[in-house]
């Protein structure tokens, strides 16, 4: 299994705070079939700043930990990212991780609370450079939220998107979860990661998620979910499931 999406290095965002944290993180995701892991602290939010130079010298670090204890986990360097209207000049100044070693696709964060009016400019910024933009944890942003049909506009642009796993099973609470299982239902989310933090109720949660995902619409979007993941990560070409506009119920007011 594939989680592009982990805040397990140690100390430098609000994932593991220490070195036994971040192991215990490493355990808790071989012990459900988390082979390969993507390292991804905040960089550029207003509160954590982890360029690409720092976050490559702790996953050396924390990769040669883990060897030694042999846990079989590889991990890979990444960055969660917060949009920005730099985001280019940071780029092209070596600050930013991308997901593959092609530097083709990257993970961007939406503030909490809106989708700032650049993002679609930006992006298409991004697209013409050669890369290609990933909305990581869409149904937990409000806006979305309230219409998750305000994510077709980036799709239809060329844009991924990814799912955290907590979300699908409840632990964001039930408006997060009915927004995750709408967005997996009509394919608004193309990739499902963890967005661990820790081993606590941020935990990884992705084999309990994959299995109620296949219970609730088939096994064949659990497999759609894996490969998109996969190629990914390899930089490849990703084959999505085609989209579909959400239709809200109407309730008559008599």
Sequence with gaps: MIDLHCHILPGIDD???????????????????????????????????????????????????????QIPITLYEGQEVRISGDLPEQIKAGKILFVDLNNKYLLIEFPANEIPVYAERLFLDLIAMGHRPIIVHPERNQRFIEDPNRLIPFIELGTLTQMTAPSYIGIFGREVENTAKQMVENNLVHMMASDAHNVRRRNFFMKRAFEEIAND??????????????????????????????????????
Excluded: W
């Design 15 to 69: 994932g593991a705070q220490t070195v036994e944290e971040a192991v215990a993180m490493a355990e808790s995701a071989a012990a459900q079939g988390i082979e390969h892991l993507l390292c991804t602290p905040h960089h550029n939010n207003g509160k954590y700043d982890n360029p690409a130079e720092n976050v490559i010298l702790q996953v050396h670090q924390l990769q040669n930990l883990l060897d030694m204890r």
């Design 217 to 254: 619409f088939g096994k064949r979007k659990v497999t759609a979910m894996e490969f998109c993941a996969r190629d990914v990560l390899n930089g490849d070409e990703v084959d999505i499931l085609s989209f579909k506009e959400i239709r809200r119920k109407k309730f008559r007011l008599f």
